[in-house]
C-alpha cells in the first residue's frame, strides 16, 4: 500500500492531495497513509482486503469514502477523526449486527450508506431502523426511506448524452435549411455557375451563326453586283442593237430619196 500511495502521489506534497485511489492493493490493513493529507476529500480502498480500519488517519476534510469488498466487521469508531463524511460505502463486508454500525452516528452530514451485501441487511425492519439511527441519512443502498432510487451518475450521462444528441439533430436541421435557402435564391433569380457557364456557350454559338449569316450576305451581295453588271451589259448591248437598225432605216431613207430626186 505504501508504494502505491506513493504512486498515486506523482511527487506532490500530501497536503495538496484531494483525491486517492487505492483500490486492489492488497492489504489487511491501512499502512503508508498518514495525517498529512488533510486536504484529501475522497479515498477509495476497494477489494484491498482489509480486515480492520485500525490505524486509519485523521482526514478532517474527508467526504466520500469507499471500503466495498473488504473483509471488515468492526472498528467503524476508527472513522469518526473524518467528521464531514458524507458518503461511505461498506457493501461486501463482514458486518453481521446493527450494532456494529453505532458509530455511524457521529456522522452528522452522512446522507448515503451502503451496506448491500451485509449480514446485517437480513436484520428484522432493517432499513427502519438505519433511518431512525442516522437522520440525516437520504439514502441506504441506492433507495431512500419510501423506497425510492436514488439517481445514479450514469443517468446523468445519459441526460447530457441526450442534450448532445438533440443539438446534433439541431446542427443537421441547420444544415438541411441551409440548403433549401440556396435552392429558393436559385428559384429567386440567383445564378449557379452551371448556368453562367451555359450562357456563355450560348453567346459563342449564336456569335459563330451571325458569323455565318454574314458571309452568305456578303456572297449574295457579290452575286446580287454580279447579276447588276451583266444586265447592264446587256441592256447596253440591245441598245447598241437598236442604234445600228435605226441608222441602217435612216440610210436606206435617205438612198431612196437621192434615187427619187434625181
Not at 473524518?82 to 460505502?89: F, G, V
Request: charged content about 40%; overall charge negative; glycine content about 8%.
Amino acid at each position: 500500500m505504501e508504494k502505491r500511495i506513493e504512486l498515486e502521489r506523482r511527487a506532490r506534497k500530501a497536503n495538496q492531495i484531494t483525491e486517492l485511489n487505492l483500490d486492489n492493493c492488497r492489504s489487511t490493513s491501512i499502512v503508508g497513509l498518514t495525517d498529512e493529507y488533510t486536504a484529501l476529500e475522497s479515498l477509495s480502498l476497494i477489494n484491498v482486503g482489509l480486515t480492520t480500519l485500525k490505524g486509519f488517519p485523521k482526514l478532517p476534510n474527508l467526504k466520500k469514502l469507499e471500503l466495498s469488498d473488504n473483509r471488515i466487521s468492526s472498528g467503524l469508531n476508527y472513522l469518526t477523526t473524518s467528521p464531514k463524511l458524507q458518503y461511505l460505502n461498506l457493501s461486501g463486508n463482514k458486518i453481521k449486527d446493527l450494532e456494529t454500525l453505532k458509530p455511524l452516528e457521529e456522522f452528522k452530514n452522512l446522507a448515503v450508506l451502503d451496506l448491500f451485501n451485509n449480514d446485517a441487511t437480513q436484520v428484522e425492519n432493517y432499513r427502519e431502523k438505519i433511518f431512525k439511527m442516522l437522520p440525516s441519512l437520504s439514502f441506504l443502498d441506492g433507495f431512500d426511506c419510501n423506497d425510492e432510487e436514488a439517481q445514479s451518475d450514469g443517468d446523468d450521462d445519459d441526460e447530457v448524452n441526450g442534450n448532445d444528441s438533440e443539438e446534433e439533430v439541431s446542427g443537421d436541421d441547420d444544415e438541411e435549411d441551409g440548403d433549401s435557402d440556396e435552392s429558393d435564391e436559385e428559384e429567386n433569380g440567383e445564378v449557379s455557375l452551371s448556368e453562367v457557364y451555359n450562357d456563355d456557350l450560348e453567346e459563342d454559338n449564336s456569335d459563330w451563326e451571325e458569323g455565318e449569316g454574314g458571309e452568305e450576305d456578303e456572297e449574295d451581295s457579290d452575286i446580287d453586283e454580279a447579276d447588276g453588271e451583266a444586265n447592264e451589259s446587256t441592256a447596253s448591248v440591245n441598245a447598241n442593237d437598236k442604234d445600228g437598225e435605226k441608222g441602217e432605216e435612216e440610210s436606206q431613207a435617205r438612198g431612196k430619196k437621192r434615187k427619187h430626186d434625181g
